[in-house]
């Protein structure tokens, strides 16, 4: 019987000093293979993998495609989903989940539905909510959960969205983290059924390769919300506070919100800038016509430009107050 040896982290804001702490700490024979998404921007490139090699002789790899091998640790590349798969660690371009990709809980869920019981899920600070369906894929697959205390950050909220939504198995203070890892990782996997149809197929989704059909959504009905990345309409997952689109854009309720008000924001200012383009053309065709003796059409035009630099800044004036309101 294998050991509880596939250790999933994920982190965002003030998660990296506890991350790279943990990293220095675990020594040349750690038993177990460590995969870990840090959110960070896109274009930061590969040196976080870097940072981490010059901190332990354990091998450190942000890989494209590599073997997953115990005593190793892998490393999420920006704008890539690192995934799970059978004997495998892969680097894919899949949709976004929680606006991120990097997704926490792609790598979670990947992870539970092909080695369930063997995985330990450890989720670190941040803010928002990615990380919570991946703990739930976890736990019902047969896996080991640990949460950051939240009262040892001050980037709580990814922590208190899991612990109100899912509940994690132990909550943890970073300086005992490792001890934990080591009592875990020390016991047998017990025997689980095989996960969920449904967990497969969103594992199978993220890495977007696959085309999604509406009997993969059993989970939940199609709502009237639409998706703020791609527009296409949304599915309830699971009790309604997490939602996919048929690309496999997914969200959580708080990360739908704030990406429907970035979609919002965009809205706007795309409509000022199409009135005060209206607005310009107008004019240039004002003044074309002046240069043709063409008062009444010169008028008319100048009245157009008028009305819709007049649109133009009530536009503004809405974004923002609308602005203000969401901060």
């Known amino acids: 019987m294998e050991n509880r040896n596939i250790v999933v982290l994920g982190g965002s804001a003030g998660s990296l000093s506890t991350f790279t702490q943990l990293v220095r700490d675990l020594g040349a024979d750690f038993p177990a293979a460590l995969l870990a998404v840090i959110h960070r921007h896109p274009t930061s490139g590969n040196w976080l993998a870097s940072l981490l090699a010059s901190l332990t002789s354990l ?9 997953l091998e115990l005593g190793h640790i ?4 920006p704008d890539r989903h690192l995934i799970v798969d059978e004997g495998r660690v892969r680097s ?4 976004r989940e929680n606006q991120f990709r990097p997704a926490i809980d792609v790598l979670f869920r990947s992870a539970a539905v092909t080695y369930t019981s063997r995985v330990i899920g450890v989720l670190l600070s941040g803010e928002l909510d990615d990380g919570t369906s991946g703990l739930h894929a976890i736990k019902r697959c047969g896996g080991v959960t640990l949460v950051q205390d939240p009262e040892s950050t001050t980037y ?10 899912v509940g994690a198995d132990r909550v943890v203070n970073p300086h005992e983290l490792l001890s934990v ?11 689980v059924p095989p996960p969920p149809a449904q967990l497969i197929a969103e ?19 199609p709502t009237s919300l639409s998706c703020p990345e791609c527009g296409g309409p949304l599915w309830e997952r699971g009790d309604g506070t997490e939602f996919r689109c048929l690309i496999g854009h997914a969200y959580a309720l708080e990360t739908l919100q704030r990406g429907s008000d970035a979609a919002l924001d965009r809205t706007l200012w795309a409509a000022i800038r199409q009135f005060e383009q209206r607005a310009n053309i107008a004019r240039t065709m004002a ?17 157009r430009a008028k009305e819709a630099e007049a649109h133009a800044q009530r536009l503004r004036e809405l974004q923002a107050r609308y602005r203000a309101g969401s901060e």
């Open 203 to 221: 594992a199978r989704i993220a890495t977007g390769t696959q085309a999604i059909t509406t009997d993969q959504f059993t989970a939940g009905p």
């Open 59 to 67: 091998p450190v790899l942000a890989p494209d495609d590599a073997p």
């Open 74 to 77: 892998y490393i999420a590349q």
């Open 92 to 95: 894919m371009r899949g949709p």
């Open 181 to 191: 890892l080591r009592e875990l990782i020390a016991t047998p996997a017990p025997k």
């Open 156 to 165: 709580s909220t990814m922590l208190d969205v899991a612990l109100t939504n």
């Open 287 to 303: 003044h074309q016509s002046r240069g043709r003796d063409q008062k009444v059409r010169a008028d008319l035009h100048e009245s």
